[in-house]
């Protein structure tokens, strides 16, 4: 693997000269330290042509020649206009859906391999020409024999040693810095690296996507806010999917949008209720929202429907972060700074020893300019920019588990930008979010919670009863411990006491799990009832 990842760094290094890249990092305001470390690259020194490209231009072939991890960060890049020229981002935007193709007989010659049928005898119609191709696979259009428009996704070939060189030494960039720097061990580098690793794999494994898409469409069948395409299992196989072709408007693709009188601004508030509802309702939600995977129906134009496409990135999350998140948007909305800071702490996200105080006036410094103003009015990068200070000041770390979360929501933030720039995307959540809370606690929610927990009880208590049985019994060669004794039976049941006192402490309390509380009331009753 080293000999693999010093191969990659030369590539890397060749790809940086061939297109300039040193060119726009020193020509950003550097220290003048930075500035002299210019002179001491061997190649600055040697006469280099005149290149007839723009900055974009460059940027863009230098990503697609590195491989699909910088694709991948390039497309990331180019949802965020507030952050980059216009002409870098109108680039980097082609890496959504015009990545230069692999060879359409490579193509053809896996989808045969994989089906273990030749194309002429699955398909009624097979388009050499691809239809799109991205940083992972490509796609064709086809027809299955039984009449259906479909779409074939295959993977490009030879992607995996390309992807464990890349990986090679985004863990030896993240192992250096973990080592030289305080504030990149707080933000566990190699923890967010491998994350990146299982999910750019888990990309190459097509019917992983398709199971993804079903379950989305599942969640939304018969919703206006998103359509899935229909995957079609019979011809699917880990290189090769197929699926519904759909016809849609791109998302950014603005002119069309307005020619046929999209509500754009109907559009972006439904964006915004689409990645609410998968990520409280569902806890099942698409990650890779960028514009190429995103269309918009041309048949109800005052009543837009999205379209999601490339479900090989899902991101889900655990009871605990649902809530946790909730009540920290929720308090961000109605500003009760202290109410975010006691929840930082009450989760773990800072230490415990943080003064509250002084956490809620950081906080209150940091977010009270985005509320009451449109998103085009909102510095998000000078907010994300405070926002690292303030964490670096109070040591909280980065949540692995949120990772895909908050690029989602960078995706999100951009398309928003686009589509309807004067949208609030507070005002449009909070709504959402008040009512995702009053139902969760509703009665008719908490007897389902109730009914699902009362079901656990008798499996349950025969394990307490079992545990507290082998604690109970000495072994043969130890004297009988004290609690044995007749006259220490009251104090058994005083613990029992005790145990049923701390579950139903426990049952009261709103954030508590409900398994310390029903393993207290199981021990309880088992001391207190016992003979």
């Known amino acids: 693997m080293k000999l693999l990842a010093v191969r990659r ?26 500035r002299a470390l210019s002179y001491l690259l061997p190649w600055r020194w040697l006469p280099r042509k005149r290149l007839e490209l723009s900055r974009g231009a460059r940027l863009r072939l230098a990503l697609e020649g590195l491989g699909p991890i910088f694709i991948k960060f390039g497309q990331l890049l180019s949802t965020r206009r507030d952050l980059l020229p216009p002409d870098i981002a109108d680039e980097l935007a082609r890496l959504q859906d015009q990545v230069p193709p692999f060879d359409p007989a490579q193509a053809v010659a896996r989808i045969e ?13 097979f388009d050499v020409a691809p239809l799109a191709s991205a940083s992972v696979a490509q796609v064709h259009a086809a027809q299955l024999k039984s009449g259906e428009e479909v779409v074939v996704k295959v993977i490009r070939p ?14 030896i960039l993240a192992r250096v810095a973990e080592r030289l720097s305080s504030d990149a061990r707080r933000l566990r580098p190699v923890e967010v690296v491998s994350d990146y690793e299982k999910t750019i794999y888990d990309e190459l494994d097509l019917l992983r996507e398709a199971a993804n898409a079903s379950q989305l469409r599942r969640n939304f069948e018969g919703s206006p806010l998103l359509y899935v395409p229909q995957v079609y299992w019979d011809w699917c196989r880990p290189k090769v999917l197929v699926m ?9 693709d603005l002119a069309t949008l307005a020619d046929q009188r999209t509500d754009l601004k109907l559009l972006a508030e439904r964006g915004v209720e689409i990645f609410f509802t998968q990520v409280f309702r569902d806890s099942f939600f698409h990650a890779d929202m960028h514009p190429g995977n995103i269309f918009v129906s041309n048949r109800q134009p005052w009543n837009p429907q999205y379209i999601a496409i490339d479900c090989g990135i899902i991101g889900s999350l655990t009871p605990e972060d649902q809530d946790y998140l909730a009540r920290n948007l929720i308090a961000f909305f109605k500003r009760d700074y202290r109410r975010v800071a006691q929840l930082h702490i009450d989760s ?7 003064r509250v105080n002084d956490f809620e006036a950081a906080i209150r410094t940091v977010c009270e ?11 998000f990068g000078q907010l994300l920019l405070r926002l690292f200070q303030t964490a670096r000041r109070f040591n909280m770390e980065v949540q692995p588990q949120l990772v895909l979360l908050q690029k989602t929501l960078l995706n999100i933030e951009g398309l928003g930008r686009q589509l309807y720039p004067d949208l609030d995307l507070w005002s449009t959540a909070q709504p959402y979010l008040e009512r995702w809370m009053r139902e969760r606690i509703s009665p008719r929610s908490l007897l389902h919670n109730l009914q699902s927990q009362v079901e656990q009880v008798p499996h349950l208590a025969n394990m307490t009863r079992d545990l507290l049985e082998r604690m109970s019994q000495p072994h ?15 104090a058994l049941r005083l ?24 393993l207290m009331l199981a021990g309880g009753l088992y001391l207190v009832l016992r003979r």
Do not use: C, M
């Open 9 to 34: 760094l030369l590539r890397i290094q060749s790809v940086v000269i061939r297109y300039r890249l040193d060119d726009l990092v020193f020509d950003l305001p550097l220290p003048w330290w930075l």
């Open 369 to 379: 300019p985005i509320f009451e103003k449109p998103l085009k009015d909102i510095s």
């Open 348 to 354: 773990g996200w800072v230490p415990a020893e943080t």
């Open 158 to 171: 030879n992607l995996r040693p390309i992807i464990r060189q890349d990986l090679a030494w985004l863990f």
């Open 495 to 518: 613990i029992g006491a005790a145990l049923l006192v701390g579950a139903a402490t426990l049952g009261l309390e709103q954030h508590a799990a409900a398994w310390p509380a029903w």
């Open 244 to 252: 519904e072709r759909i016809y849609g408007v791109p998302v950014t």
């Open 113 to 125: 391999e994989q089906l273990g049928a030749r194309v002429s005898e699955v398909f009624a119609r």
């Open 476 to 490: 043969a060669a130890d004297p009988p411990p004290p609690w044995h004794k007749p006259r220490d039976g009251l």
